[in-house]
Nanobody, 118 residues
Framework: QVQLVESGGGLVQAGGSLRLSCAASGSILQFSAMGWYRQAPGEQRELVAYISSVGRTNYADSVKGRFTISRDNAGNTVYLQMSSLKPEDTAVYYC????????????WGQGTQVTVSS
């Protein structure tokens, strides 16, 4: 079992920044990739960014150049630095772990709301 706990969501104006954090615990050694997905109302959940244990990354086209994913040295915490936020970034953001940076996710966090006002 893996437990994922997100933090850092909130309300921000367009053009602003937020940083999400996710702490992983449990049997995470078998999952080398950590990442973030998001789901807006009425939409499917989509991959936002992933990072491997050696720092290789994968980003959705919609966030390239604006979002940066990183991971602490112990590999148990993943961050998502979001800049130049747009109203269309509004969604529930979910932390995830998996075996590759291309998905799918094997475990999910509970989600954290990010709302970007125009």
């Amino acid at each position: 079992q893996v437990q994922l706990v997100e933090s850092g969501g909130g309300l921000v104006q367009a053009g602003g920044s937020l940083r999400l954090s996710c702490a992983a615990s449990g049997s995470i050694l078998q999952f080398s990739a950590m990442g973030w997905y998001r789901q807006a109302p009425g939409e499917q959940r989509e991959l936002v960014a992933y990072i491997s244990s050696v720092g290789r990354t994968n980003y959705a086209d919609s966030v390239k150049g604006r979002f940066t994913i990183s991971r602490d040295n112990a590999g148990n915490t993943v961050y998502l630095q979001m800049s130049s936020l747009k109203p269309e970034d509004t969604a529930v953001y979910y932390c995830a772990v998996g075996r590759t940076i291309w998905g799918p996710a094997n475990y999910w966090g509970q989600g954290t709301q990010v709302t970007v006002s125009s």
